[in-house]
């Protein structure tokens, strides 16, 4: 994944990421699901400089970018 000058680097079923060439670790490694690509979204967002939130009510993700 590259934005504005960021650079994420994953793998499938591997929880290590890189970002910027900065080694991280995820909670989740990222998989495949019925040909699918799953990401852990949290994590990729707020490493893109994204906030991210659960809202339970609606169950329902807001993802907001801030530049």
């Known amino acids: 994944l590259n934005c504005k000058g960021i650079t ?3 793998q499938l079923e591997n929880r290590e990421i890189t970002v ?3 080694t991280k ?3 989740v490694a ?3 699901i019925n040909g699918r690509t799953i990401l852990p979204i949290r994590f990729v967002g707020e490493n ?3 906030v991210v939130e659960w ?3 609606t169950r ?3 993802i907001v970018y801030t530049d």
Request: hydrophobic share 35%; with cysteine; proline share 5%.
């Open 25 to 27: 670790e995820m909670d």
């Open 20 to 22: 910027n060439s900065n």
């Open 8 to 10: 994420i680097k994953m």
């Open 30 to 32: 990222p998989s495949s």
């Open 48 to 50: 893109l400089g994204c």
């Open 55 to 57: 809202l339970n009510s």
């Open 60 to 62: 329902q993700i807001v």
